[in-house]
C-alpha cells in the first residue's frame, strides 16, 4: 500500500526556522515526484511546489520561490519543506502528495494527511 | 500567476446533476489537457477525482465527469447523493511548469 505520513503539528514564533517532512512508502520513492500544497485556514488549496527525488530537480510557484525549500533525502524514502525564518501568515495546514503519473507532476494522487503548522508569538 | 476561476458555491438535490465550471487562460487550462478536479471534505486531505481532463482513477464512481472547453473546463456529478457534498478544486498545469488550483466551490446536497 502507497502511503504518505507526515510529520506532526508545530507550534512555532516569528522568525524561527523549521523543517516538516513527508515519509512515503509502498512504491519507488525516485519514480514519482512529490508535491507540496498549503491550505490556510478556512482557505483553499495553493500548489507550492515539487521534487523529483531521483534527480532532486525542484519546481517552485512564484509565490513560494524563495519564501521555502523542497528537498528529499533517497535513502530514507522521505521529502520535507522547510523555512529559514516564519512568518505570522505562514499558520496553515500543509499537505505533501505524490503524482499520478511518473514524470509528470501535473496531478496528485496520494496525499498526506496533513501536517498543521502554527506561527505565533 | 492567478488562481483559476470557480464559483464559490453550487448546491442541487439528491438524484439531480450539477456542473462546477473552472476558468483559465491559454496559458495553463487552456493551452493543455492537464486539468484535475479534487474532492475535500472538511478536515480531510484532498481525493483526486479527474485527471487529463476527462479520465477518472480507479475506484472513483462514474458518477463524476469532466470536460474541457477552450479557457473553461468542468466537472459534472450525476446522480448527486449526500456523501458528495465536499469543496471541488480544479488545478491546471501552466506554460511555466508549474501547476495552479483553483479558488474551490462548496457543493451543498439540498
Known amino acids: 500500500e502507497v502511503q504518505l505520513v507526515q510529520s506532526g503539528a508545530e507550534v512555532k514564533k516569528p522568525g524561527e526556522s523549521l523543517m516538516i517532512s513527508c515519509e512515503t512508502s509502498g512504491y519507488s520513492f525516485t519514480t514519482y515526484c512529490i508535491g507540496w500544497v498549503r491550505q490556510m485556514p478556512g482557505k483553499g488549496l495553493e500548489w507550492m511546489g515539487i521534487i523529483y527525488p531521483g534527480d532532486s530537480d525542484t519546481r517552485y510557484s512564484p509565490s513560494f520561490q524563495g519564501q521555502v525549500t523542497i528537498s528529499a533525502d533517497k535513502s530514507i524514502s522521505t521529502a520535507y519543506v522547510q523555512w529559514s525564518s516564519l512568518r505570522a501568515s505562514d499558520t496553515a495546514i500543509y499537505f505533501c502528495?505524490?503524482?499520478?503519473?511518473?514524470?509528470?507532476?501535473?496531478?496528485?494522487?496520494?496525499w498526506g494527511q496533513g501536517t498543521m503548522v502554527t506561527v505565533s508569538s | 500567476q492567478s488562481a483559476l476561476t470557480q464559483p464559490a458555491s453550487v448546491s442541487g438535490s439528491p438524484g439531480q446533476s450539477i456542473t462546477i465550471s473552472c476558468t483559465g487562460t491559454?496559458?495553463?487550462?487552456?493551452?493543455?489537457?492537464?486539468v484535475s478536479w479534487y474532492q475535500q471534505h472538511p478536515g480531510k486531505a484532498p481525493k483526486l477525482m479527474i485527471y487529463?481532463?476527462?479520465n477518472r482513477p480507479s475506484g472513483v464512481s462514474n458518477r463524476f465527469s469532466g470536460s474541457k472547453s477552450g479557457n473553461t473546463a468542468s466537472l459534472t456529478i450525476s446522480g448527486l447523493q449526500a456523501e458528495d457534498e465536499a469543496y471541488y478544486y480544479c488545478?491546471?498545469?501552466?506554460?511555466?511548469?508549474?501547476?495552479?488550483f483553483g479558488g474551490g466551490t462548496r457543493l451543498t446536497v439540498l
Open positions: 491559454s496559458s495553463d487550462l487552456g493551452g493543455y489537457n492537464y
Open positions: 502528495a505524490r503524482a499520478a503519473a511518473a514524470g509528470r507532476h501535473d496531478a496528485f494522487d496520494i
Open positions: 487529463d481532463v476527462s
Open positions: 488545478s491546471s498545469y501552466t506554460s511555466t511548469s508549474t501547476v495552479v
